[in-house]
């Protein structure tokens, strides 16, 4: 056994899913690359190794029959490469630039955001009645489909949960389901008109696979960057203060949340060939599993890196949305939902507070408290 299998062979999926920083934090002083027998694989906690991991395609590929996700969707964006990832990606981008994300979602986001805080009685769970009612009506307004349409956005979370279920059953061993080939099928039938005219580079199941992927990465990480950004702010006084005295510091606090507890935690990626990274030799096949959650808090770029501070200089430095050929095309979108729900609930209820039993983010692959319970 060599000291990079050594240093990772005694962390379990439950350190890794619970409280697991302290844990990431001693893996990466030991090695920044290490095996891990409980993953399957080798695990990637320091940045400069993510980067180089995140930006190299051709050695670590997204393109193996092991992604999960592409067993259920079907091939996408998020689970191809070269040529093929450009032709399915390249007809998503315009749309999710900055500006036409500001142009197109502002002000439906905003009223949304409105809407749901309002509804909120004095006691609310801000997963089930902010975050994931949100991400979700931007996400079926992304489709085509009627934002504002409540039993619309109900249909889509019932699909997104049905195709997640499957997504993770095929993560730990399982086939896939039934009932997300059956939600894949519902899905087809209500974006396919709307989203086969804008995408004509594609065939009808590919524009399908890739409108998966947008649902899935859509509600999934914005409704955990909600989360946890609330999450990290209302936990600290003094930031929580300064934020709600100077809106203009909500931007700062997102991309500090984003920092200290992305959404999506981790990456998968497969070598193609025989690699040597931070000293550690990964073999070709082998499973290269990037902690993004670990990269975020490496101390060689973000000093104290795990002190919440909304004005750390560097903080865009972070890799929540990934890197390379595959950083997420909504990332300004999810920017935008989440500044938007946490101004929108500080300005409107400046009195609200944890009620009892909030979890802290827990989660493998995703991480985000499972509910968030205020008062106030």
């Given amino acids: ?74 091939p996408s964006m998020l689970s191809l490469d070269g040529a093929a990832h450009a032709r399915h990606r390249d007809p998503y981008v315009p749309p999710y630039r900055p500006r036409q994300v500001t142009e197109r979602f502002e002000a439906f986001v905003q009223a949304e955001a409105g809407r749901l805080v309002a509804a909120l009685g ?49 993560g730990e061993g399982r086939a896939p389901t039934a009932a997300g080939e ?24 590919e524009v399908i696979a890739n409108a998966a992927v947008i649902m899935f990465g859509g509600i999934e990480t914005t409704e955990g960057m909600i989360l946890n950004a609330l999450w990290l702010l209302l936990g600290d006084r003094g930031a929580r203060a300064e934020v709600a005295a100077r809106p203009g510091l909500v931007a700062a606090a997102v991309e500090e949340s ?75 979108l999810a920017r935008l939902e989440t500044r938007i729900a946490v101004a929108t609930l500080l300005a409107r209820r400046p009195d609200v507070q944890f009620d009892a039993g909030a979890p802290s983010p827990t989660g493998l692959v995703f991480r985000k408290p499972a509910r968030l319970p205020i008062i106030g």
């Fill in 1 to 74: 056994m060599t000291g990079a299998e050594h240093v990772g062979a005694g962390l379990t999926v439950d350190d890794l899913s619970g409280d697991s920083h302290a844990h990431l934090a001693r893996l990466r002083v030991a090695s920044p690359v290490a095996e891990v027998p409980a993953i399957g694989g080798f695990l990637v906690t320091g940045r400069a190794a993510a980067v180089d991991v995140l930006r190299d395609p051709e050695t670590f590929t997204v393109d193996d029959p092991r992604f999960s996700t592409a067993r259920v969707v079907g």
């Fill in 122 to 170: 004095e006691r609310a769970e801000l997963r089930a009645e902010l975050a994931g009612p949100l991400a979700a009506a931007v996400v079926a307004q992304s489709l085509g489909l009627d934002g504002t349409d409540t039993e619309a956005v109900a249909r889509l979370l019932a699909w997104y949960r049905d195709i997640v279920a499957s997504v993770a059953g095929i």
């Fill in 182 to 205: 059956r939600a894949m099928g519902e899905l087809a039938g209500a974006v396919q008109g709307h989203l086969a005219d804008v995408h004509s580079g594609l065939d009808d199941a």
């Fill in 258 to 332: 984003l920092r200290m507890e992305p959404a999506a935690a981790v990456v998968d990626r497969y070598a193609t060939r025989d690699v040597t990274v931070a000293g550690t030799t990964i073999p070709a096949g082998a499973l290269v599993e990037v902690s993004l959650t670990g990269a975020n808090r490496d101390p060689a770029e973000f000093p104290e890196p795990d002190r919440y501070d909304v004005h750390r200089p560097n903080v865009r430095r972070h890799l929540a949305f990934a890197a390379g050929p595959h950083v997420c095309i909504g990332m300004d």
